[in-house]
RNA sequence: GGCGGCGUAGCCAAGUGGUAAGGCAGAGGUCUGCAAAACCUCCAUUCAUCGGUUCAAAUCCGAUCGCCGCCUCCA
C-alpha cells in the first residue's frame, strides 16, 4: 500500500487530535475496557466494541499489527449481588453472559482480539501491583480493605480535568459501602466480607477493586507503557484516571500514549443504561432477526465521538443501506469474473481519488461516516458506468479489490451465504427462466412468488438473472 | 455548582474560513413481459437564535435558548 501511514487520533488527554506514531513502529499496543459479564450486553454496549473493532481494523489496513487486550471482568459486586439472588455461584452467572457476549460479538462481526483475559485468572498480578503500591506509600489500609491515596499522586485529575477541590468530602462518595480516609480515594483491595468469594494475599483475604484489573492485565500483555487504551466516555472519570494513578504511581512511567473514547448511544435523549431501564440488547435484536450487518452499519454511520440516537427506524434505513452496498459489492464481482467484458473508459484517476478519500477519512480519526459518504459517491458513478457497459473486467477488479479493502474495515458487502439452501434455489431459478423463455409468464411469477416467500430476491439483469437474501 | 459535549433538509449525517458530501424516505422519468436492481432529474438561498469580526462564516468571537453527558456503579 502506497498510503502513507499517517493517522490522527483525538486523544483525550490532551483534548486535541494528535499524529499516531505508535512505541514499535510495527505493532500497535491496545488495550480495551471488555464486559462486566452480569447481564447481556445493549448495543450502547456494543457501540464502543464496534468502534474498538474499526480501530483494530483501521490500524491494520494501515499495515500494522495489532496487539489488543480486551478483558472480562467476571467479578465485581453486581455478579456477586445476581450470584446471590439465584444462588449460583459467580462462575456460574459470569460464564452465561461471557458466552453471550462473544455470540452478540459473531452476530456484529467483531474481528477476535489477540487476548480475551479473565479478571480472575489474573488475580495474582493484581495483589502484585497492590504490593509494590504499599512498598511505595501509596496506600493505606482500613477495615481490611487497601484504598489508594490519591494525595499521593501530584497528576491526579490530568486526563478527565476533573478539579479535586471539587469533589466534596462526603457527598454521594460511600456508594460503595466501603470507608475511607478521603473521598477520593479508591479502594484497591476489598477485604472479605462475610459470604462473598476471596483470594489470600500478603495483606489479607479479600477481592480486587474495579481498576486494579486493567491496570494488571494490561502489564502482563502490554507492558508498563503502551499505545492506545479505549473505552466509552463514562469511564474517563473515576476508571481511567484511577487506572493511570496506580499503574504510574506503580511503575514509574507512562501508562498510556493514546486515550480514545466513545461517545454513547442514546434512546431518545437519554444514553441507553441498565439503570434507566432504557436497553436494548444485541440478543434482543439478533433473536428478532434484524440483521446483524444493519446494525453494525449503523453503529458505524456516525462518527464514534458523536453521540448517536438509537431507533427503529434507523436501523430500517441502515437495511436498505447495505443492501445497497453488498448489492453493488455482488454486481462488481460478476463483472470482475467475466472475462468477455472489456473496459471502454478509464476509471483509474477515479478510483484513486475514492481510494484516498477511504483512507484520509479513516486516518482523520476514524471518521467513518465521511469515508461511508465517499463510498456511496463510488457506488453511484461506478453502477452509472456499469449501465452503459463502460466498465469491464479489468476495472471491475481494481474496483473489487478497492471494496475488499474497504470491506476488511467495514464488513457489512458480504452476506453470510447459507449455503444448504443454494441448490433447491438454484433449481427453481432455472425452473423460473425456462418459463420465461417460454414466455409462460404467468408460471414465471409464481415461481418468483415463491422463492420471495423464502426470503429470495429476483433480479433480472441485463448480464443475467441474479438472486440475493432479503 | 465544576468540567465537557451537542443543535445542519421529513429522518440520519459529513463538512471547523471560500460559498451546503452522503444515506434513508418522497416526487417524476428511463430500462423491464411485469417486477426487482440500477441510472437520470427534483428535494436546505441555508446550517438553534441574535449580534460581531472578515472581501468571504455552518465554520472564528460574544451573548441567548434548547438538549445531553461526567463529577456515584456505568460502555
Redesign the pocket.
Known sequence: MTFQKSIRFYDTKTGSQRRFEPINPEVVSIYS?G??VYNFAHI??F??FVFVDVLRRTLKLFGYDVRHVRNVTDV???IIRIAQENNESIKDVSSRYEEAFFEDCKYLRLEDVEYNPRATDHIDGMIDLVKRLIEKGYTYEKDGSIYFKVDKFTDYGKL????LS??RTGA??D??EYSKED?RDFVLWKGRRNDEPYWDSDFGQGRPG?HLECSAMSRHYLGDTFDIHT?????????HENEIAQSEAANGREYVRYWLH?A???MK???????LGNIITAKKLRDDGVNGLAVRYFLL???YR????F?Y??I??AV??VT?LQ?FFTRIKDLADNREADDRTDFEDKLNKYKNEWFEALA?DL?T??A??SL??L??EA??L??RQMIGWRQATAILDFLSMADSVLDVMQSDSDSGLNQEIEDLVNCRNEA?KARN?EE??RIRDQLKKMGI?????REGVRWRKI
Open positions: 475496557c464486559p462486566t450502547g454496549n457501540r464502543n465485581d459486586d453486581k478527565s480535568g476533573i478539579d471539587a469533589v454521594r462518595v456508594s460503595d473521598a474495579w473505552g466509552a466516555e463514562d469511564l474517563v472519570f473515576p476508571h466513545c454513547f448511544l442514546n435523549d437519554q444514553k441507553m443504561s441498565k439503570s454511520s456516525v462518527h458523536k453521540p448517536l440516537a431507533s427506524e434507523s430500517d434505513s436498505t443501506a445497497r448489492t482523520d471518521n461516516a465521511k461511508l459518504g456511496f459517491e457506488v453511484r453502477n452509472s456499469m449501465d420465461r409468464f414465471a411469477d430476491i429476483i433480479e433480472d439483469t
